[in-house]
């Protein structure tokens, strides 16, 4: 079984920053495209950022500019770097293979990041 485990969230003021990391128990980085994710209370689960194993990045419109994702293939870690950060990006954000249900749509506990004065 593949875990993925998401770090790096706390409590940030606006316009702040954090680091999000992602350890993955395997070695599939090389292949699949790796995504973040995340759920703000009393809302679904939504796409932030992808990172292909060529390279090729996406965002989410909200998140362009001030979000990029990229990873250290070698050691397995997927990494979210948030800078100008805004109330809204209050939520548990979560890594996972793209699509999910490669994993057979199974996501960790997340990492909670608030955003708030």
């Known amino acids: 079984q593949v875990l993925l485990v998401e770090s790096g969230g706390g409590l940030v003021q606006p316009g702040g920053s954090l680091r999000l990391s992602c350890a993955a128990s395997?070695?599939?980085?090389?292949?699949?495209?790796m995504g973040w994710y995340r759920q703000a209370p009393g809302k679904q689960r939504e796409f932030v950022a992808s990172?292909?194993?060529?390279?090729?990045?996406d965002y989410a419109d909200s998140v362009k500019g001030r979000f990029s994702i990229s990873r250290d293939i070698a050691e397995n870690i997927l990494y979210l770097e948030m800078i100008s950060l805004k109330p809204e990006d209050t939520a548990v954000y979560y890594c996972?293979?793209?699509?999910?249900?490669?994993?057979?749509?199974?996501w960790g506990q997340g990492t909670r990041v608030t955003v708030s004065s």
């Open positions: 996972n293979v793209i699509p999910p249900g490669l994993r057979g749509d199974e």
């Open positions: 395997g070695t599939f980085f090389r292949i699949f495209t």
């Open positions: 990172i292909t194993r060529g390279g090729n990045t």
